[in-house]
């Protein structure tokens, strides 16, 4: 029996079922590029005309769509690229590749309305969004260092917890709720300097996509959001390079064919040297970081291509040589897509990701590493049944190594003693299925269905606890404490620990009103295994991660959306409205006091609890024109809970539900763009959000001559809120047209008006007037910046 029709049999033993037409049926399929550099183009849309049907390409640039016999004309469109429109006659099997042409930039061309950025209207596709490297250019930054990940804060649901803060917090998740993919292998820290910019090079990515809520079946392990990064895969035509120079950092990429029109190479670097200058001043101290990445694509044949990625960063920070903090990421992924027909696309990829970090305290004389890395292979399938059925479905199967870290002399006379907290081990597998199936003309749905399993591994001896409670509650001081082990229980290497399971249901469906409207809604089931054992608001490089046990459970997630779509005026415009709320299990929570570094035992220190988050999010874009950009507004609350386990506890906080530090009850951005002629284009944002929660004393009392201070319920105060302006003016210069060599120069203003946002407040006692005062920390004013580019 054939795959085919093995999928028939069981789609029809579901009750989907397929109506079979009498009307022969021929196939349409290729790939489309990029003409100028061969780069395959991801969610191209591949419009049938007369039918009024179409399809998209894959991430690899691949299409296929069934049709009766006959002649149709074939509209392709993309963003930032000419339309196609072709006539072909199908009374066979076809393979039709189309290569797109950038879309002109003469302001007084009509193809300029080639460049809207329109609202999907039918696709069952929401709580996604989509930014071009080309927009994230154009905003101004800190520093004139493009970033991708600060890029993501102007769109609706994203916040952070503020400035020079890492990581970024999605509908009022954590930090370690979001699954960052870069060619597919997982990154574990998205941040270099402490959050000051992030890990990626823009002039190395060639699309990224942001997934909020109705996620597919193929994505799992996290329970926020999963961004979704590709490389580009180097231009097979020609050789090329280009690069930045700026004020603390500088980047280059090379790129170029290996055998013209089959193979390419890219290879692209960035590095800081801001601390360089410091030593000109005899200053000691230093920070900086370096990245490369690197890709390799070969096409074998029509229906083979193999791709070889990598990425490797490292962050160093200083402290008068006596204190050395290193870390980073590495990966690699090797890929192969295969075209087994027309209908069924697949592809492979055995992907390494390793997050390393290294402490150097010379005064004590020890070396401190701690980190995590693993071992994934998946293998997925696209499958284009018919016109109206396209179905996803695949296999994933990661080895995870975790080292909680480990101690060694820096030198012999550190009478330091090597040891190794126990490393950590575990297996994450899954299977899923997706649909995406037409129903009417109108109604699109897209349902599917993630089975995952994790066991935790041996080899470790574990803590055994009375009542198997880990912590326990002082009734006499209403404090939870940690509980003293009664014995231990050792595993052999391998052997199973704790072993959990989930199916993971997700749904999403559109209805077009018209052709210009619809109405959306999604469910989705999230599971996720690992945590970030961490008590701050956004992760540090300190930060470990940890697999969910027999105390520190997988946490769960149920997410429900329903949102209004529409384009109008000719598609000049377009607006996004969503509301969501959802649900999570096994939500971490600390005891007052948790000592979290270096703990072998992080169950003595936590409970489990549960979150709810929910809000209203509105996109408005501006698409065409000299004037181009968005605005965004979310109303949101973001909550969590620990009761007591028995009617004598009183939980975390009295078991009140209390904001989490990701609650921001309003975020508003407003992005502009204005291209003033050929030499100047000029770039806007403006951010508000509200302040950050935090819990601050209330008091203080004497007890056995030390003033001690009381506090409030847990996050009941907020600090000041949060805004700024940035502006930005980019030159190119006339000279370029017509030459080889192109440049540009960016001028940048962050913080325009100087706002002196707090990253934090704390306390203290004047020494003069020993009255208790409030001290505010803020990181940055307004600064200034310049780079110049440069591409030949």
Known sequence: MTLNKILYTL??????????????????????????????????????????????????????????????????????YQTINETIVLDKNIRKNFS?????????????????????????????????????KEMPVILGEVDIIKSLLTLPGVTNAGEGQSGFNVRGGSADQNLILLDEATIYNSSHLFGLFSVFNPDAIKDLKLYKGGIPARYGG?????????????????????????????????????????????IAGRGSYAHLFLKLTDNNNSAYFYDLNTKISYKLNDNNSIYFSGYFGRDVFTLNETFVNTYGNSVLNLRWNHLFSEKLFSNMSFIYSDYYYGLELDFVGFLWNSGIKNYNFRYDFKHYLSDKLKLTYGANAIYYDFNPGKIEPSRPDSGINAAQLDK??????????????????????????????????????????????????????????????????????????????????????????????????????????????????????????????????????????IGYFQNFKDDKYSLEVETYYKEIQNRVDYIDGANLIANEAIERVILNGRGRAYGIEILLRKNVGRISGWLSYTLART???????????????????????????????????????????????????????????????????VSVPSFEARNNSRLPAYHHLDLAATLTPSKNKDRKWFAEWVFGIYNVYNRQNAASITFRQNENTARNEAIRLSIFGIVPSVTYNFKF
Request: net charge negative; no cysteine.
């Open 11 to 80: 789609l029809f033993a579901l009750g989907i079922g397929i109506s079979v037409q009498a009307q022969e049926k021929f196939i349409l399929s290729g790939t489309i590029t990029d003409q100028q550099n061969n780069e395959t183009l991801f969610g191209v849309n591949v419009i049938i005309v007369e039918q009024k049907t179409g399809t998209t390409t894959n991430e690899y640039g691949f299409y296929s769509i069934s049709l009766p016999k006959g002649t149709y004309t074939v509209q392709i469109s993309y963003l930032g």
């Open 100 to 136: 797109l042409s950038e879309a002109s930039q003469q302001l007084n061309e009509v193809i300029l309305t080639d460049l809207k950025v329109k609202a999907e209207i039918r696709k069952p596709e929401m709580s996604v969004n989509k930014l071009s490297i080309q927009e994230i």
């Open 222 to 266: 996290r329970l926020s959001s999963v961004l979704d990064i590709y490389q580009k895969e180097g231009n097979s035509k020609q050789f090329h390079m280009n690069g930045g120079i700026g004020l603390i950092s500088s980047r280059l990429m090379a790129e170029g064919p290996i055998v013209k029109d089959k193979g390419s190479f890219l």
């Open 424 to 561: 950590k081990f575990a297996f994450e597998s899954a299977l899923y299925l997706d649909a995406e199936h037409q129903l009417t003309k109108n109604l699109t749905v897209s349902y599917g269905i993630r089975y995952s399993n994790f066991l935790r591994l041996g080899e470790q001896t574990l803590n055994i606890y009375e009542n198997n409670q880990a912590v326990t509650f002082n009734s006499d001081f209403q404090i939870y404490e940690s509980a003293t082990p009664i014995g231990t229980v050792s595993y052999d290497r391998n052997e199973t620990i704790a072993s959990f399971d989930n199916w993971e249901p997700r749904l999403s469906a559109s209805y077009a009103l018209n052709d210009n409207q619809s109405i959306k809604a999604s469910y989705n089931r999230m599971s996720q295994y690992l945590h970030l054992i961490s008590n701050t608001q956004s992760p540090t490089p300190l930060d470990v991660w940890a697999p969910s046990d027999r105390f520190l459970k997988p946490q769960l997630l149920d997410q429900y959306a």
């Open 639 to 705: 909550e969590q809970q620990t009761p007591g386990r028995n009617a004598n506890e009183p939980g975390i906080n009295n078991g009140n539900w209390y904001k989490t530090g990701f609650d921001k009850l309003h975020d508003l951005s407003l992005v502009g763009n204005y291209k003033l002629n050929e030499k100047w284009r000029f770039g806007a944002t403006f951010a508000f959000q509200t302040g950050q929660p935090v819990t601050f004393p209330n008091g203080q009392y004497e007890y056995l001559g």
